[in-house]
Structures are given as structure tokens and as C-alpha cells.
């Protein structure tokens, strides 16, 4: 999508962009850990849960600046 753009890479979307693109790294990461330290069938631990949610959030956000731009 950056290839593809015409606008200046570090707008406040990128921004928005880049660093839900990085906290999604880190709970893949996190995930990795829980996994390898617990197993396929072990829960989710409560604090990861709560991080998910809010980097899944933060990046809706990232989408949703976007769309704006776009239609602007």
C-alpha cells in the first residue's frame, strides 16, 4: 500500500498504521511464548487477552483514519 501511494508516508495514518502494524507484532510474539511455554489447549493468559483486544482496537482505528482519508 505504501508502494502504491501518492501521498507522503508519514502522515497521521501511517503513524496509526505503523504502530498498530507493531503492537500486532508484539502480541504475535506473545502468543509464540504462551504457546510454546503452555501448549496448544492452554488459555490465553488474562493480561495477553486484554492487550489483543486493545491493539486489535488501535488497529480498527488505523482502518478507519484510512477510509476517511480516502474518501476526503
Partial sequence: MIL?????PFTI?????YSALFLMLIE???I????N????RADVPKGLHMYSRYAY???V???ITG???AMT
Fill in 61 to 63: 482505528v488505523a482502518y
Fill in 4 to 8: 502504491g501511494s501518492k501521498n507522503f
Fill in 13 to 17: 495514518h501511517g503513524f496509526i498504521g
Fill in 67 to 69: 477510509s476517511l482519508i
Fill in 32 to 35: 509464540w511464548r504462551a504457546y
Fill in 57 to 59: 482496537i488501535w488497529w
Fill in 28 to 30: 504475535l510474539v506473545e
Fill in 37 to 40: 511455554k503452555s501448549g496448544l
